[in-house]
């Protein structure tokens, strides 16, 4: 017997006929004689419906009340599927964030989980009930309602599964897993059995929309089991674990894609100490973050330009800090380009093998692809490109590292 935690994204609880589907596998679950505790997000668009109703009142409307809104469509489906459930014979209870007690901090619309007082869910496990958690959302200490940033569903459902010390967490969507790159760019792209946290939350942060980032990182910290699988089909879907041997000996695992991207360069600044410490802080003071960054000098030493990425959702903000710090330092202009992308190849194996920078160059220039800023880290190289090659780019890279050939 054991205790297994299943998440199920919104197009899994889509409609009716959806959420009997989730109650059938659900009950099929515990009838095997293990504990179930469900976690649900609301139907597929409900969130952005709500988003869109709150947007016709306000251009920014009030967070707490904006919280309050949005946690309302995880709370229709976990009471739904709790229906579903004991339609079956099955003993079924659902539970908001606040009656789970999931405590968070009091950022809303992207608060953070700070504890989980789980008692009244354990309780009803224990009397055979299946727990339905309305997934997404949590209440601050002082029991205002929030919400825990898009997609944070997959974090409720990690988060308790690490509180109850579950067997397995397993997220329900609708892929059959983690594909080494977009099928819909490779059709030849292959679900992976098998993948590490730090593979995952690369690819997750790189845009493989799969698992929010935010719940990867989770349970790398608490090394909770994952599996990403369908809800529509039986197939074993992709396990998430901690990075073993075997993994070691697959150089590159994935390839992932951003076309969310921008880079602002502030050109021709005088090269001087404390030049990137005052521009940086000041984008960080704007609550931006930077992914790359790049600062060439010129040959003759006396002015530099430093160009960095950001999200093309920060753009505006970002040059309007850079042009006044431009400004200040005597700076030439600042200048800014959003049809570019960013293309990273990733796996653990890089740590052990070397070789994968200078093959991805290779290749990108053989397809004429240029290269306008890289970076690297142990298990990954990025390279941000031309927008228009973004899918060039993919596939001609998952063909040069042969991922579409079972590696394992
Ligand atoms: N319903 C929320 C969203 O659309 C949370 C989730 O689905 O995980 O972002
Ligand atoms: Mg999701």
Same mark, same amino acid.
């Given at each position: 017997m054991a205790l297994i935690v299943q998440k199920y994204g919104g197009t899994s609880v889509g409609n009716i006929d959806r959420i009997k589907n989730v109650a059938n596998r659900v009950v099929r679950t515990a009838g095997q004689g293990n504990k179930v505790v469900v976690v649900v997000s609301a139907m597929s668009g409900e969130t952005d419906k709500l988003i869109g109703l709150a947007g016709q009142l306000s251009a920014a409307p009030n967070e707490r009340e904006m919280d309050m809104l949005l946690s309302s469509g995880e709370r229709v489906t976990s009471a739904l599927t709790a229906m579903a459930i004991e339609a079956l014979g099955q003993k079924a209870k659902s539970f908001t964030g606040r009656q789970a007690g999931i405590i968070t901090d009091?950022?809303?619309? +992207?608060a953070k989980i700070?504890?989980? @007082? %789980?008692d009244r869910m354990k309780q009803a496990l224990e009397q055979g009930y299946v727990v339905v958690l309305a997934g997404f959302q949590g209440v601050t200490e002082t029991e205002d309602v929030t919400t825990l940033g898009r997609g944070g569903s997959d974090l409720s459902a990690v988060a308790i599964a690490s509180a109850v010390n579950a067997d397995l967490c397993e997220i329900y969507t609708d892929v059959d897993g983690v594909y080494t790159t977009d099928p819909n760019i490779v059709p030849e792209a292959r679900k992976l059995e098998k993948i590490s946290y730090e593979e995952m939350l690369e690819l997750a942060s790189l845009g @493989?929309?799969?698992?929010q980032t935010r719940s990867v990182e989770f349970a790398m910290k608490y090394k909770v089991p994952v599996v990403v699988r369908s809800s529509f089909n039986d197939n074993p879907g992709t396990l998430v674990v901690e990075e073993d041997k075997e993994m070691e000996n697959v150089v590159v695992s994935g390839i992932a894609y951003d076309k969310n991207q921008a880079k602002i360069t502030v050109v021709n600044?005088?090269? +001087?100490? %404390?030049i990137a410490a005052k521009l940086f802080r000041s984008i960080a003071e704007a609550n931006i973050v930077v992914d790359m960054i790049v600062q060439n000098v010129s040959s003759d030493g006396k002015f530099a330009d430093i160009s960095f990425t950001v999200p093309k959702t920060d753009t505006r903000k970002a040059l309007e800090v850079s042009e006044a710090i431009a400004k200040e330092m005597g700076a030439e202009r600042v200048d800014r380009r959003e049809d570019i992308s960013k293309i990273s190849v990733i796996g653990v194996g890089m740590r052990t093998h070397s070789g994968v920078a200078s093959k991805m160059f290779q290749t990108l220039a053989a397809n004429n692809i240029n290269i306008v800023m890289i970076s690297t880290s142990e298990i990954k190289v990025s390279c941000v490109i031309d927008l228009k090659y973004t899918e060039l780019a993919v596939r001609v890279l998952h063909e040069v590292f042969g991922l579409a050939e079972a590696a394992h």
């Open positions: 009091t950022v809303h619309t +992207k700070e504890r989980i @007082a %789980g @493989a929309k799969v698992l600044v005088p090269d +001087k100490p %404390g």
